[in-house]
């Protein structure tokens, strides 16, 4: 019973199990990016990498 429940697992993908948790629709996306600012680096030579 074990073995069949883990076989499912690794079957389906735990990875995308992990990486689906973060994931927004492109609807939700959409709506979200325009409020998002955006980046000003404050590095004299603005080197410093976008977060």
Request: hydrophobic letters at 35%.
């Given at each position: 019973?074990?073995?069949?429940?883990?076989?499912?697992?690794?079957?389906?993908?735990?990875?995308?199990?992990?990486?689906?948790?973060?994931?927004?629709?492109?609807?939700?996306?959409?709506?979200?990016?325009?409020?998002?600012?955006?980046h000003k680096?404050?590095?004299?030579?603005?080197?410093?990498?976008?977060?």
């Amino acid at each position: 019973m074990l073995y069949n429940i883990l076989e499912r697992i690794i079957s389906e993908g735990i990875e995308s199990m992990a990486n689906n948790k973060w994931r927004l629709s492109d609807e939700l996306w959409g709506k979200m990016a325009p409020l998002i600012p955006e980046h000003k680096t404050q590095h004299p030579l603005g080197t410093h990498r976008k977060r």
